[in-house]
């Protein structure tokens, strides 16, 4: 990808996208990425982030990193709802506020959450072995053993708790 020219951002256009709420966050209006949800603008014949277009407007420095939202809402561009961190930031960022594809949301899920109850269930309940309840779900032994240990789908104790 060719290096962005930030300073060819149009101001007036991008302030012309923008709508400040009540809630204090700036929702862009123009366009957005089709598949993130976030805000869209060209710059110089390429797409970037509005809310990246807004880092650069208000501090005068292009985003060497990732620009995170603090209130979590793709579409604000305010820059005090955005600040600057790095690509391991924004995965903890994502994992904290289980925005990620976890559980049953992810595109390998096997499982659902009420699966995971009964296999504890049967576990812990009915005393059936772990590889039988793994052929039962079609899932292996170790999966099994890491659901009854709490090592995986953790995030059913923290939705419960």
């Not at 710059?43 to 990732?66: D, E, M, N, Q």
């Not at 099994?144 to 090592?151: A, F, G, P, Q, Y």
Request: hydrophobic share 35%.
């Amino acid at each position: 990808m060719a290096k962005i020219a930030w300073n060819k951002i149009d101001a007036a256009k991008f302030w012309k996208r923008v709508k400040k709420s009540s809630s204090g966050c700036w929702e862009w209006t123009g366009a957005v990425f089709a598949k993130s949800g976030y805000g869209q603008l060209t710059v110089a014949g390429w797409p970037v982030g509005a809310h990246r277009a807004s880092w650069f407007l208000h501090t005068g420095k292009p985003p060497v990193k990732c620009v995170l939202h603090a209130c979590d809402n793709r579409l604000c561009v305010n820059p005090k709802h955005l600040f600057s961190g790095s690509k391991g930031d924004n995965n903890r960022d994502t994992v904290a506020k289980f925005r990620h594809r976890y559980g049953s949301k992810h595109w390998k899920a096997v499982l659902t959450a009420q699966d995971i109850a009964d296999i504890k269930y049967r576990y812990y309940a009915c005393g059936e072995l772990q590889r039988e309840i793994g052929e039962f779900y079609g899932v292996g032994q170790p999966h099994i053993s890491s659901i009854v240990r709490n090592k995986a789908w953790t995030h059913l104790e923290k939705l419960s708790g």
